[in-house]
């Protein structure tokens, strides 16, 4: 079955940190990985996205994440934490061209500790 | 920018009475999708339409329906509502250039419904 998913429900990092939030995704052929972030009363935010071509990928607040075939994963990073980073972070899957829907992970919550 | 609009932001109904929530994408996007958020879950795909028509469908109930009107908004509309359907229920739009799944969604801030 087709599925992504995030192995931490929380992760804590002190401010300044580099912080890593995980993400493992299972689909049959070409994955396209999405994170969103849910800042508390609010709605998803576009972070960043993988379709093809380099692994790395920049997005929105200084977030890149590392696609990596082999592990299946599609970890979220960022070189220094800030508190304003706080909130739920959502992987993403989108599997087949027919198909509209993104599969979320249960999500990931993120204390970044002043 | 403009984003994603959704109406009304909090709406409050009691059992078996009908709701209707609006969807406005950001100018120029084509694709509108309904997701359903539960209390601490994740966003479960509901039901999707492109150049107004149905594009894809998801775990959305027989009690639900969901229409795209020339303007490119969207409607959910809810009726015979149960406790269960009380969630946060959020809009998103895209714009299709080939229709794959590398479209960027863009959400919105989400209706909370709560029914009572």
């Known amino acids: 079955a087709q599925s992504v998913a995030q192995p931490e429900d929380q992760v804590n990092v002190a401010e300044g940190n580099p912080l890593t939030v995980k993400c493992t995704y299972s689909?049959?052929?070409?994955?396209?990985l999405f994170w969103y972030v849910q800042y508390p009363n609010r709605g998803l935010q576009f972070l960043l996205k993988?379709?093809?071509?380099?692994?790395l990928v920049k997005g929105s607040y200084g977030f890149e994440a590392e696609f990596n075939k082999s592990q299946t994963s599609f970890h979220l990073k960022k070189p220094s934490a800030l508190v304003s980073d706080s909130a739920l972070y959502f992987c993403?899957?989108?599997?087949?061209?027919?198909?509209?829907?993104?599969?979320f992970g249960k999500g990931t919550r993120l204390h970044i500790l002043p | 920018a403009a984003g994603v609009i959704q109406s009304p932001r909090h709406l409050i109904k009691e059992k078996r009475e009908t709701a209707t929530l609006k969807c406005y994408p950001i100018?120029?996007?084509?694709?509108v999708y309904w997701y359903q958020q539960g209390p601490g879950q994740d966003p479960q795909f509901l039901i999707s339409?492109?150049?107004?028509?149905?594009?894809d469908k998801g775990s959305i109930p027989d009690r639900f329906s969901a229409q795209q009107f020339s303007d490119y908004h969207s409607e959910l509309n809810m009726s015979s509502l149960e406790l269960g359907d009380s969630a946060l229920y959020f809009c998103?739009?895209?714009?299709?250039?080939?229709?794959?799944?590398?479209?960027?969604?863009?959400f919105g801030p989400g209706t909370r419904l709560t029914v009572l």
């Open positions: 998103a739009s895209s714009h299709s250039l080939s229709g794959g799944p590398g479209d960027t969604q863009y």
């Open positions: 689909v049959s052929g070409n994955p396209y």
């Open positions: 993988y379709i093809t071509g380099d692994n």
């Open positions: 993403a899957v989108r599997y087949t061209p027919r198909d509209d829907k993104i599969i």
């Open positions: 100018p120029r996007h084509d694709t």
């Open positions: 339409f492109y150049e107004k028509m149905q594009s």
